[in-house]
């Protein structure tokens, strides 16, 4: 008979023949970082989550590399919003600040890990869409210049990555470009090539006040129903020039990181969205779930799936149960 409990039957033996596993060195924290100074608050829809003004990130980096992690993802919540999204671009924006602090510290402990620049207009403008609207709709190539700025405005402060998350056409050949003419071109894109319009960002956009005024983004998100289209997304990426390739939200469109994985040969990332954690806070404060053994399960799916790179926000939570032998 066919025994296949035979290999089930002691720890050891579950270990020897495990397929899949966990690294906390494939695991990216995202990091909201906000203007002023002394500031650390805690993101009312995301429990143990926090913003942090700039000359305030100490912790965070010391977490960060404690954990053994890749690294972190930065999102900017600047004091103020314009119809163009500014803030976005300044050299000296939050998120440039944010770069150049974590560096520094970096420098004083004689750690490294990776600075990933999110770039993005949502956070920035005043109608919350992520890019500049012309008739009520976002203006794809006139929004180009200004990720490309912002991508410029986040190499120059010395971020390792950048990875923007608008969905504009053209957005990674833009940064590409611009990049590359100023001296860049070793710094690598990010794609995030198939990001679905969905509602598990609820938590993300209170935690950044970066829900769009009126309307929604589904002229520029990809529509939920489509899975090949994800795949031309991805292919789209990848010709102009993207380094890595993302699935974002990652646990319903476990079948999406699948196909991106059997499509191209670029390494993957999934993004762990808000809600997906929101959801899990909830139910393990609620004594429905434990923390511990969720997560354990859902980035193990992650990576069977194919992910090769996870962002999330339990990343911090999950290095440390790791080092407890949890
Ligand atoms: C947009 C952006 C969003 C997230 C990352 N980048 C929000 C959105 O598209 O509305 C969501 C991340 C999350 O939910 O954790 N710049």
């Known amino acids: 008979m066919q025994r296949l409990r035979r290999l089930r039957r002691t720890r050891a033996l579950r270990d020897a023949f495990a397929e899949t596993q966990v690294r906390a060195g494939a695991l990216i924290y995202p990091v909201f970082v906000c203007a002023g100074s002394g500031v650390k608050e805690e993101v009312p829809s995301m429990p ?32 103020r919003k314009d119809e163009c ?11 440039p600040q944010a770069v150049r602090a974590i560096r520094a510290l970096l420098r004083a402990r004689g750690g490294e890990f990776l600075i990933v620049a999110d770039i993005c207009l949502c956070e920035y403008t005043s109608h919350g869409h992520c890019g500049v609207l012309k008739d009520g709709d976002v203006d794809n190539d006139a929004s180009l210049p200004l990720h490309a700025r912002a991508a410029l405005a986040a190499a120059k402060a010395g ?49 950044a006040d970066s829900a769009p005024q009126t309307g929604d983004r589904k002229s520029y998100q990809m529509d939920f129903r489509n899975g090949r289209e994800a795949l031309r997304e991805i292919a789209a990426d990848e010709s102009e020039g993207a380094d890595v390739v993302m699935v974002k ?44 053994r969720t997560v354990d399960e859902i980035f193990t799916a992650f990576f069977r799936a194919g992910a090769d790179l996870v962002i999330t926000y339990h990343a911090l939570d999950w290095a440390r149960w790791r080092r407890e032998g949890v």
Do not use: C, W
């Not at 500014?86 to 050299?91: H, K, V």
């Not at 050949?173 to 995030?192: C, E, F, K, S």
């Open 48 to 79: 143990g989550v926090f913003r942090y003004s700039a000359d305030n990130l100490s912790e965070v980096v010391d977490a960060v590399l404690s954990a053994g992690i890749a690294g972190v993802m930065l999102f900017g919540i600047p004091a």
């Open 159 to 207: 971020a390792d990555m950048v990875a923007p998350s608008s969905m504009m056409d053209g957005v990674v050949g833009a940064i590409r470009a611009t990049l590359d003419g100023a001296g860049y071109a070793h710094l690598p894109v990010m794609g995030y090539s198939a990001k679905f319009a969905s509602v598990f960002y609820g938590p993300f956009r209170d935690a």
């Open 249 to 292: 939200p990652a646990l319903a469109y476990l079948d999406v990181v699948r196909a991106a994985r059997a499509q191209t040969r670029l390494p993957l990332a999934v993004y762990n969205v808000s809600g997906e954690y929101a959801m899990v806070k909830a139910a393990a404060r609620a004594g429905l779930l434990d923390e511990r």
């Open 85 to 95: 999204g500014s803030g976005a671009y300044e050299e000296d924006g939050v998120v």
